[in-house]
């Protein structure tokens, strides 16, 4: 059966990592560019923009990009006060101008000092010998809310494991960011953050295919199922276990459609 099962998943990452996922997913927003700080930008944003319909979620990314003059980095370090004021009216779901504001704040304050945000993840107590990224999530969310200012009502749309979250659109961004396989829908433009450290992310797709094939038990979502999974998708591949989030997602929508 474990035989079985690994066969099956390694069929469908084969088939959904590949570049024909992208075009529908909210992997293609930062997909448009390619300077590596408008990837990080975009990608971040958009994976914490990534829930529900996706049509709805790519119309949002194109508009932040162009609300950003289509540069986000430039526009990030460049902007005027008076450029803020554009963002009044953005609003996607419960995220709203305030939010956006703080975002764009977060992203000034980094990149006035760093070149890339994956130090944002890596810096503090961050452990490249550490099992998982656990440490990195823990530690991002520290450094984003450092400021006197951080509204309290933007504290939800970003995630920690401390808060015994899933953390799955953190893991999702990670994902782009970490994994380098060649397929071209990963980025792979951080290299201290290590493919068999990332963490599955767990949505209601991925996890109720998980669920059926018995890789965790059914139940809520939160952050020690996450870890669980991982662990149990590292007996197939245990340096690139979060290559199966293609099959999970994958064949949830699969199973999706066939019941529509």
């Known amino acids: 059966m474990q035989q079985e099962l690994a066969e099956l998943l390694n069929k469908k990452v084969a088939f959904f990592n590949h570049p024909r996922f992208i075009e529908h997913d909210p992997i293609s927003i ?32 194109r508009e932040l990009i162009d609300l950003m003059d289509g540069a986000p980095h430039d526009f990030v370090l460049n902007h005027q006060s008076q450029d803020l004021k554009r963002f009044e009216s953005f609003k996607h779901r419960t995220f709203n101008s305030t939010d956006a504001l703080y975002f764009l704040s977060f992203f000034q304050r980094h990149y006035q000092e760093h070149d890339s945000l994956e130090i944002a993840f890596t810096q503090g107590e961050f452990n490249p010998e550490n099992e998982s990224i656990e440490q990195a999530l823990n530690g991002f969310y520290t450094y984003f809310f450092d400021s006197e200012w951080a509204p309290q009502r933007t504290k939800k749309h970003v995630s920690a494991p401390s808060k015994n979250s899933a953390c799955k659109r953190l893991c999702m961004f990670l994902r782009w960011m970490v994994r380098n396989d060649q397929a071209g829908v990963d980025f792979g433009i951080w290299s201290k953050i290590q493919p068999h450290q990332l963490i599955c992310p767990l949505d209601v797709h991925s996890q109720r295919t998980a669920e059926k094939l018995g890789l965790v038990n059914a139940g809520p979502t939160h952050w020690k199922k996450a870890l669980d999974l991982t662990r149990v998708l590292k007996q197939f591949n245990p340096i690139d276990p979060v290559q199966y989030d293609f099959a999970l997602y994958g064949m949830g929508i699969e199973e999706k459609t066939l019941w529509k």
């Open 30 to 61: 930062p997909h448009l560019f390619k300077k590596p700080q408008d990837i990080e930008i975009m990608g971040f944003w958009i994976a914490m923009l990534a829930w529900g319909q996706r049509k709805t979620i790519l119309q949002k990314g």
